[in-house]
């Protein structure tokens, strides 16, 4: 079992940049696929980035080229860095994990409690 907790969140002019990170506890973090969803209210949670356990990265067309997704194992760690964020970026940002699942629906078994980021325009 792992516990994912994000941080990093927070309020960004349009253009400007942030680092979401996302921790895990556990020693087994090498083994689980991690993904990043958000959600606006009254909309359903999209996904957002994945990287597998080889460190394959998947993300969404929305965010191709601004964001990056990657992973550092000797802090147990995942990161979401947000280059030139719009507005429409506004949104609660999860991380997610699980031991078998990596793709771009909701079937990971493991959730963070979100982190805000609010882009103004």
């Known amino acids: 079992q792992v516990q994912v907790v994000e941080s990093g969140g927070g309020l960004v002019q349009a253009g400007g940049s942030l680092r979401l990170s996302c921790a895990a506890s556990?020693?087994?973090?090498?083994?689980?696929?991690m993904a990043w969803f958000r959600q606006v209210p009254g909309k359903e949670r999209e996904f957002v980035a994945a990287?597998?356990?080889?460190?394959?990265?998947y993300y969404a067309d929305s965010v191709k080229g601004r964001f990056t997704i990657s992973r550092e194992y000797a802090k147990n760690t995942v990161y979401l860095q947000m280059n030139s964020l719009k507005h429409e970026d506004t949104a609660v940002y999860y991380c997610?994990?699980?031991?078998?699942?990596?793709?771009?629906?909701?079937?990971?078994?493991?959730w963070g409690q979100g982190t805000q980021v609010t882009v103004s325009s």
């Open positions: 556990g020693r087994t973090f090498a083994r689980y696929t």
């Open positions: 997610a994990a699980d031991l078998t699942y990596l793709g771009r629906g909701q079937n990971y078994d493991y």
């Open positions: 990287i597998s356990l080889s460190d394959r990265t």
